[in-house]
């Protein structure tokens, strides 16, 4: 065995396993349902089939035992901590790794870190809740570190988590910022993030993203958890014919995939959320066959 994988091996089998209790929702799992520019009902967010397979104590996939995945995880997590170190230093630092759990909804989560506010000019001083998060490409970042296709700002996952936070903390806490970090190139970017009863506004452009819409979603998780049934999946690994005619019609593909298409042959593309999901096997075996 050569040196590093055994090191690897060794770090994703340690012999004390976490005693982390699984049976709440996780902030960071938060979804909801949105109407796009076509007027179509999606889904943002954790799909509700993969918090049932969790929650049901379902093995993880082979990709979950990824030791170079969780070796970006861990590049990730050193990033974090050396800008917790510069925020400590810039003397707006109250706390970090704040453990978070709401009762009422049965939510389970940690804040990275609640800082003052420098610009603030009351007394107390103004506090504002912050997220830290690290990509691993400017342009592959969904428009949180540039402007994408889709404009500038945090990526869905990490609003809605960052929403049930200002929900929880909305009577102490109003502003929030997602900050964004590039692993390869050190680039930053801030959003900042407002919860509203219209919704959320986002570097002060509202959404119409209800919390209480993200809440609906987990009051539907547990209907399907007390009948023990398993809930539709929100995500499709591979699209059908019908769904490819409808995204080459609204010139949704590649020029690469609209060769591809019109040229007969078959183009085998679905959801990110699927490639990546650590259930994916137990969800759709012979998709994940055909990967």
């Known amino acids: ?35 796009n520019i076509w007027d179509e009902w999606e889904v943002e967010g954790t799909c509700l089939r993969a918090q049932w397979y969790r929650l049901k104590g379902k093995p993880r996939g082979a990709d979950s035992e990824d030791p170079d995945g969780r070796r970006m995880m861990d590049y990730g997590n050193v990033i974090h901590e050396y800008e917790i170190e510069r925020i400590k230093r810039s003397g707006t630092y109250i706390d970090d790794e704040i453990a978070f759990y709401d009762e009422a909804h049965n939510i389970s989560g940690r804040v990275d870190a609640i800082v003052y506010n420098p610009m603030s000019k009351s007394e ?36 809605l988590q960052t929403m049930v936070y200002a929900d929880y903390y909305k009577d102490g806490i109003s502003t929030w910022l997602i900050l964004y970090f590039d692993r390869s190139s050190g680039k930053s970017a801030q959003h900042i993030v407002i919860l509203t009863p219209d919704g959320v506004s986002v570097n002060g452009q509202l959404r119409d993203w209800k919390i209480e819409n993200i809440y609906k979603r987990w009051e539907l998780l547990t209907g399907y958890l007390e009948e023990d049934e398993l809930p539709p999946t929100d995500y499709t690994m591979f699209y059908n014919q019908e769904k490819l005619d409808v995204m080459l019609e609204r010139q949704q593909l590649t020029k690469t995939q609209c060769a591809m298409m019109k040229s007969g042959k078959p183009l085998a593309i679905g959801d990110a959320q699927c490639r990546w999901c650590n259930f994916s096997e137990e969800c759709d075996p012979v998709a994940c066959k055909a990967l």
């Open 1 to 35: 065995m050569q040196f590093l994988a055994y090191v690897d091996h060794k770090f994703m089998h340690p012999p004390i396993v976490s005693t982390r209790k699984g049976g709440s929702f996780y902030a960071s799992h938060a979804s909801l349902k949105v109407k």
């Open 124 to 159: 107390p001083k103004e506090m504002m809740g912050v997220e830290l998060k690290t990509v691993g490409g400017v342009y592959t970042s969904g428009g949180a570190l540039v402007p994408g296709p889709k404009g500038f700002g945090p990526k869905p996952q990490h609003l």
